[in-house]
């Protein structure tokens, strides 16, 4: 089922529709950051919220795991060849073992700015967000930004807490790609952890208001509206775009998530993540 309040910078290549996942906590954020950061297929999503728990792999990514790690173990030096690897493991949440293979790569190519994204991003799926802001900034460099690569750094700071910092970074990309949904999504998460919910809403509207939607940008649009007692608004949101199975289940777990969510309407107090049913 697709996510709720999923960040979607980086995207994954798996099908969305493995884990129904709410927070508001910013955990999907560095998915997205983490990923390929391509709008369409990536190991990861840089989206706001929830880092979000790994879909299930699918046939594809088990075969590529195989496939590439027998060519990777055969020839580790091949470049090409580790950073397909890693994207594999990556895609089947072996981010530990993507992490080393990263690693080693890197330091053979300190340089090499396609390495040093992956390896960014790999670090942050793992949760080594320090040392993942630090490689995600060498790998552009001011007078060479990468949208993709700002949208990451962003995932991490928000996965850090630090959301004003993250909402930076966002818009310097958004400067770059005034239009792109997935930095929109998260920006729009990003305010939602920041409790302003109002920009987040009409952030997210923006986001979907692209074509194609995607349906992660939806299903976040609705649980920010209902976090600010639009319930029906909510739901009709919620079942947009999405087979009548999967919206009255995405429904149903939007009201639960409601129905104990009182809290991120209230300002004084704090926001904890929480998880949906896998």
């Not at 397909?84 to 080693?104: D, K, P």
């Not at 991003?121 to 007078?143: C, F, I, K, N, T």
């Not at 990003?190 to 194609?212: F, G, H, M, V």
Request: glycine letters at 6%; one cysteine or more.
């Amino acid at each position: 089922m697709v996510p709720i309040l999923a960040a979607i910078e980086m995207r994954s290549t798996r099908p969305c529709s493995a884990r129904l996942l709410a927070s508001a906590a910013l955990l999907v954020i560095v998915a997205a950051a983490t990923a390929g950061c391509q709008t369409t297929q990536s190991t990861a999503t840089t989206g706001s919220l929830p880092i979000a728990a790994a879909d299930r792999p699918d046939n594809d990514s088990r075969r590529d795991v195989e496939v590439y790690g027998q060519q990777y173990h055969a020839n580790p030096t091949n470049l090409d060849v580790a950073l397909h690897y890693a994207q594999a493991l990556r895609a089947t949440g072996q981010r530990a073992q993507a992490v080393a293979v990263l690693e080693r790569a890197s330091l053979e190519n300190p340089h090499d700015k396609a390495v040093l994204g992956a390896y960014g991003r790999a670090l942050a799926e793992a949760g080594v967000y320090d040392q993942a802001l630090e490689v995600l900034g060498r790998a552009h460099s001011p007078d060479q930004p990468d949208w993709r690569i700002l949208s990451a750094q962003g995932a991490v700071l928000d996965q850090m807490g630090r959301h004003t910092d993250a909402q930076r970074y966002y818009l310097t990309a958004l400067k770059i790609v005034p239009d792109e949904a997935s930095v929109l999504s998260n920006l729009g998460l990003s305010y939602a952890l920041s409790k302003n919910l109002r920009k987040a809403e009409a952030t997210l509207r923006r986001a979907a208001a692209r074509r194609p939607v995607d349906p992660r940008v939806r299903q976040n649009l609705a649980l920010v509206v209902g976090l600010q007692g639009r319930f029906a608004d909510a739901e009709a949101i919620a079942r947009a775009d999405l087979p009548p199975d999967e919206a009255a289940a995405n429904v149903t777990y939007l009201r639960q998530l409601l129905a104990h969510r009182s809290d991120l309407r209230n300002p004084n107090r704090d926001v904890h993540p929480t998880s949906g049913p896998t």
